[in-house]
């Protein structure tokens, strides 16, 4: 096992420059604890992430990631998490997640309810369902940070803590190694189109009916946040809470938080057809 993940990860050093080293990474990584998916993405502050790789095989998951860059990974935990200072290190997924992340529309839409409308192609989301997710966060110049996210099925145990702590053992080394591939993918990467901040894009999505108080709730619920958690965010009571979630309720003319949600992903979507138009892009996510 030690040898094979030594000659995987030493083939990922040698050809660093190579669009094939970050699976040559992944593949040694799969030798110390294995996993069933595995994707890799480089976030930036003010900008959409980049791409870097994957191991879903099927069109779907390729949409879902395409969907995600465009403009969903707004909603993750791990990127919300590295707006908020995260540092290198491995984490469960529900190290990183708002309180009421778990319990709300925007989780229940994207990973459970396995047939929703694959219209808009939020099938999985870049999370399968079923899976249990841990991530290796990987520091990188620029104030970048890499996300590189395993999964395995929860219903066959998911990741134990012995897996955790071996990915610990060698996460200097995956740090080191990505960092040389990210010198020549950062050079290489023709991808680096702008994208609104969540602010930005919740502003468009109420402009002029939403309160900027109204805007800060309503933000806070689409990441997952409990009206306990967002009184602790912003400073106000529960109380106060409820009152501006049914202001912009009624100024949306919604009723449910699930309704929230569903009008904030049909914004997305527009800006994502408006982007593809403009662009005359195909897919953003290469096959390997």
Known sequence: MIAAFSLDAARAIDRFDRSDSPYLL?????????FKLAMS????????????????ANRSGKRALELYIA??????????????????????????????????????HFK??????????????????????????VELPQDELAEISFYRLA??????????????????????IYRRIWQHCRQDSKRDTHWASFDLLLGDFGKGKLSPRECDVAHLILKGHSGESISRNLGISVTTVKTHRQNLYAKLGLSTQQELFSLFLMSLQRQDEVSSRSSGAASIVPAR
Request: with cysteine; charged share 20%; hydrophobic share 40%.
């Open 155 to 176: 219903s066959l145990g998911g990741f134990s803590d012995a897996d955790c702590e071996a990915l610990r053992t060698i996460e200097p080394l995956i740090g080191a």
């Open 71 to 108: 403009g969903t990974y707004i909603l993750n935990p791990v990127y919300n998490a590295y707006l908020n200072g995260l540092k290198a290190g491995i984490y469960r997924l529900r190290e990183l997640a708002p309180d009421a992340y778990f319990t709300s529309d925007h989780y229940r």
């Open 112 to 137: 459970v309810q396995q047939q929703v409308d694959e219209e808009l192609g939020y099938r999985t989301y870049g999370w399968p369902a079923g899976m249990e997710e841990v991530v290796v966060a």
């Open 26 to 34: 992944l593949d040694a990584i799969n030798r110390i604890v294995p």
């Open 41 to 56: 993405v480089v976030y930036r502050r003010e900008a959409a992430p980049v791409y870097v790789a994957d191991t879903f």
